[in-house]
């Protein structure tokens, strides 16, 4: 049901992600932000358990600072990711966190890159990857049309084709989805996708 | 709230209950396993460690503690360490001895921050510090984490003080040879504030005051020239106040900032400080002059 999906483009990495809180058959609310920004140049986007998600997320965010604060220079993308995975590694056998991460970041040295790191702990570096059911959409039509070096605005019609994808053919298709960007001038919100609106009774 | 740490000596219960665990914040505990540190001590380990579990820091006959005496004695060795806080400013400024030529004096930075909003400069022993400052910041994190809001300067100024008092009264070990002086800016609030710990663990909030090095005599150097002082103003106040102790030069002193608009710890270039210095010099001269001068006329 959640859909989180990503893909490396020339000197940036774009994420893209659900907005829905889900819980049984009520929706809580179509806005909630699963892209949590790690440092200035790193974003993370979960998928899964929304306890788990946070707490998870929000745990990394604060080692990765303390990890700044220590050393006086930020992590490599590649060392966050590695950390991550040795997180869930760790809890695996004992307390398992059910999230699936996509950590998007940009380093000086290695560009942009884009690391796929599922709930019982693989990791791989890609240049696309996907979460969830819409996973089979967003992945194919990736598969389709990726390029490597693409432009963000190239991209970004690769992103949309996806999102259309899968609000066509997933059966519970979220209804907003938020792109979020990285690049050598950092982590940003890139934008949104909304098919449906907070409706609230002053409104209609 | 408990939070695992890999100190032994820390009471607090080490096991993984589901606060501990989403509460873990240390990267000591990524590698840390509880289970390690229970195991069955044989007769002969139990002797060894309890002779080593006599508390250092006893009472004298007449109220003192002397360990933490020492303490304070080993921390006026220390060098010289000046706090002052600005309307919307906050300084600290240190003694920098002579580095040797063959080191690397960026690696030997004595004003830290803790947060992004708090800085720390500390006088007496520096291997001690080090150890303080990293719980310090681990606090930082997790205080972050667990509250979702960053530290008051108040709060990490008693968690400080609150780890130095444990070291005066826990078995077998020595207070820590250090006081501290912690600057920053309250989050939303953003009041600034300048607070002082010292080995006893005893903490409180001042306008500027100093530490280390004949502090006494910065210290009356401030309360004679302290008056309320914002931006550019505040660091000259603080850097003339350890140019009381400090022989002048901007490759003497380490000096850092922070204001209450940006966000971060800003350490100044030796060039910069040079040039306040001369600023200081030329307004003292000038002040040295003024006095010599009408007496001649008479």
Same mark, same amino acid.
């Given at each position: 049901?959640?859909?989180?999906?990503?893909?490396?483009?020339?000197?940036?990495?774009?994420?893209?992600?659900?907005? @829905?809180?889900?819980?049984?058959?009520?929706?809580?609310?179509?806005? /909630?932000?699963?892209?949590?920004?790690?440092?200035?140049?790193?974003?993370?986007?979960?998928?899964? /358990?929304?306890?788990?998600?946070?707490?998870?997320?929000?745990?990394?965010?604060?080692?990765?600072?303390?990890?700044?604060?220590?050393?006086?220079?930020?992590?490599?993308?590649?060392?966050?990711? *590695?950390?991550?995975?040795?997180?869930?590694?760790?809890?695996?056998?004992? *307390?398992?966190?059910?999230?699936?991460?996509?950590?998007?970041?940009?380093?000086?040295?290695?560009?942009? @890159?884009?690391?796929?790191?599922?709930?019982?702990?693989?990791?791989?570096?890609?240049?696309?990857?996907?979460?969830?059911?819409?996973?089979?959409? @967003?992945? @194919?039509?990736?598969?389709?049309?990726?390029?490597?070096?693409?432009?963000?605005?190239?991209?970004? /019609?690769?992103?949309?084709?996806?999102?259309? /994808?899968?609000?066509?053919?997933?059966?519970?298709?979220?209804?907003?989805?938020?792109?979020?960007?990285?690049?050598?001038?950092?982590?940003?919100?890139?934008?949104?996708?909304?098919?449906?609106?907070?409706?609230?009774?002053?409104?209609? | 709230?408990?939070?695992?740490?890999?100190?032994?000596?820390?009471?607090?219960?080490? =096991?993984?209950?589901?606060?501990?665990?989403?509460?873990?914040?240390?990267?000591?505990?990524?590698? #840390?396993?509880?289970?390690?540190?229970?195991?069955?001590?044989?007769?002969?380990?139990?002797?060894?460690?309890?002779?080593?579990?006599?508390?250092?820091? $006893?009472?004298?006959?007449?109220?003192?503690?002397?360990? $933490?005496?020492?303490?304070?004695?080993?921390?006026?060795?220390?060098?010289?360490?000046?706090? !002052?806080?600005?309307?919307?400013? !906050?300084?600290?400024? $240190?003694?920098?001895?002579?580095?040797?030529?063959?080191?690397?004096?960026?690696?030997?930075?004595?004003?830290?921050?803790?947060?992004?909003?708090?800085?720390?400069?500390?006088?007496?022993?520096?291997?001690?510090?080090?150890?303080?400052?990293?719980?310090?910041?681990?606090?930082?994190?997790?205080?972050?984490?667990?509250?979702?809001?960053?530290?008051?300067?108040?709060?990490?100024?008693? #968690?400080?003080?609150?780890?130095?008092?444990?070291?005066?009264?826990?078995?077998?070990?020595?207070?820590? =040879?250090?006081?501290?002086?912690?600057?920053?800016?309250?989050?939303?609030?953003?009041?600034?504030?300048? #607070?002082?710990?010292?080995?006893? =663990?005893?903490?409180?909030?001042?306008?500027?005051?100093?530490?280390?090095?004949?502090?006494?005599?910065?210290?009356?150097?401030?309360?004679?020239? #302290?008056?309320?002082?914002?931006?550019?103003?505040?660091?000259?106040?603080?850097?003339?106040?350890?140019?009381?102790?400090?022989?002048?030069?901007?490759?003497?002193?380490?000096?850092?900032?922070?204001?209450?608009?940006?966000?971060?710890?800003?350490?100044?270039?030796?060039?910069?400080?040079? !040039?306040? !210095?001369?600023?200081?010099?030329?307004?003292?001269?000038?002040?040295?002059?003024?006095?010599?001068?009408?007496?001649?006329?008479?």
């Amino acid at each position: 049901m959640e859909c989180v999906f990503g893909l490396v483009g020339n000197g940036f990495a774009i994420v893209a992600a659900d907005t @829905s809180a889900v819980h049984s058959i009520l929706l809580h609310k179509n806005n /909630e932000d699963k892209i949590m920004a790690l440092d200035s140049h790193k974003l993370i986007a979960a998928s899964g /358990e929304p306890g788990d998600r946070v707490q998870f997320t929000e745990y990394v965010q604060k080692n990765v600072s303390l990890y700044q604060f220590r050393n006086g220079i930020p992590l490599t993308t590649a060392a966050a990711a *590695n950390f991550t995975r040795g997180e869930l590694a760790t809890a695996l056998r004992k *307390n398992p966190y059910s999230v699936n991460i996509l950590m998007a970041g940009y380093d000086k040295e290695a560009g942009a @890159s884009l690391y796929y790191i599922d709930y019982i702990a693989t990791l791989h570096k890609v240049d696309k990857g996907a979460f969830g059911y819409g996973s089979y959409f @967003s992945l @194919s039509t990736m598969d389709r049309h990726y390029r490597s070096d693409m432009s963000v605005e190239e991209a970004i /019609e690769l992103v949309d084709k996806c999102i259309l /994808e899968i609000r066509s053919r997933l059966v519970i298709a979220p209804p907003n989805f938020v792109i979020k960007i990285v690049d050598k001038d950092g982590a940003r919100e890139y934008g949104w996708r909304l098919s449906v609106k907070d409706v609230t009774t002053a409104s209609v | 709230m408990s939070v695992i740490k890999s100190n032994k000596l820390e009471e607090e219960d080490l =096991g993984e209950t589901f606060f501990g665990l989403a509460c873990r914040l240390s990267w000591d505990s990524a590698f #840390y396993c509880p289970e390690n540190e229970r195991k069955v001590s044989s007769e002969k380990e139990e002797r060894e460690m309890a002779r080593y579990d006599r508390a250092i820091t $006893v009472f004298s006959p007449d109220g003192h503690l002397f360990q $933490v005496e020492y303490a304070l004695e080993a921390v006026r060795k220390g060098n010289a360490a000046v706090g !002052v806080r600005g309307t919307d400013t !906050v300084v600290l400024a $240190v003694e920098k001895k002579s580095t040797p030529k063959l080191q690397d004096s960026r690696s030997a930075r004595k004003i830290v921050s803790l947060d992004n909003h708090i800085a720390l400069a500390c006088a007496g022993l520096k291997a001690d510090a080090r150890v303080l400052i990293n719980k310090a910041r681990i606090e930082c994190q997790s205080h972050r984490l667990t509250l979702e809001d960053p530290v008051t300067v108040e709060y990490i100024t008693r #968690y400080i003080a609150g780890l130095q008092q444990k070291y005066t009264q826990s078995g077998g070990v020595r207070p820590f =040879g250090l006081s501290t002086l912690i600057v920053g800016f309250d989050p939303y609030s953003r009041v600034p504030s300048l #607070y002082q710990t010292d080995p006893s =663990g005893t903490f409180s909030a001042w306008k500027a005051n100093a530490t280390g090095r004949n502090s006494n005599s910065i210290r009356e150097f401030l309360e004679k020239n #302290y008056k309320e002082t914002s931006g550019q103003e505040t660091i000259k106040l603080a850097i003339r106040a350890l140019l009381e102790v400090v022989e002048s030069g901007g490759k003497n002193i380490e000096v850092a900032v922070m204001t209450r608009e940006e966000s971060g710890l800003r350490q100044l270039e030796e060039a910069e400080i040079d !040039v306040i !210095v001369a600023e200081i010099e030329a307004e003292k001269a000038a002040a040295e002059a003024a006095k010599k001068g009408p007496p001649k006329e008479t």
